[in-house]
């Protein structure tokens, strides 16, 4: 039986970005998962993130709070608190947080070390 890691509150470092923040919870990077990556995103109300796609690994968004609009491939989604969003392995996607709200999600991938890559104009 595999042994359990515990990543206390205060040892999860969030990322400062200029649309949000990025908060990893368990993955490779924390030493902490073997199999998947999660995290919580927030997007500042008005702000969007970059459009970008994961190589290697399938995305499941849910949406705790704000409404988004979700950009996958081609298609555009609304989303509102309590929405889920998954995104296939290989499709660029971003979000616009257009609530009056930040837009506050928790994200999940299927592997432990998610790759990242930006749409280039």
Request: proline content about 4%; some cysteine.
């Amino acid at each position: 039986m595999a042994e359990h890691v515990h990543l206390p509150a205060a040892a999860a470092q969030p990322k400062g970005q200029d649309w949000g923040q990025l908060l990893w919870l368990a993955g490779k990077a924390q030493g902490n998962a073997q199999g998947l990556t999660l995290g919580r995103v927030t997007i500042k109300a008005g702000m969007n993130n970059p459009r970008h796609r994961h190589n290697r690994c399938e995305e499941v968004l849910y949406l705790m709070a704000g409404e988004l609009v979700h950009t996958v491939g081609d298609a555009s989604v609304r989303l509102k608190a309590g929405d889920t969003l998954t995104i296939p392995r290989g499709a660029f996607h971003g979000a616009t947080s257009v609530g009056r709200e930040d837009a506050d999600m928790i994200v999940a991938y299927d592997s432990a070390d998610r790759d990242f890559e930006l749409e280039k104009p």
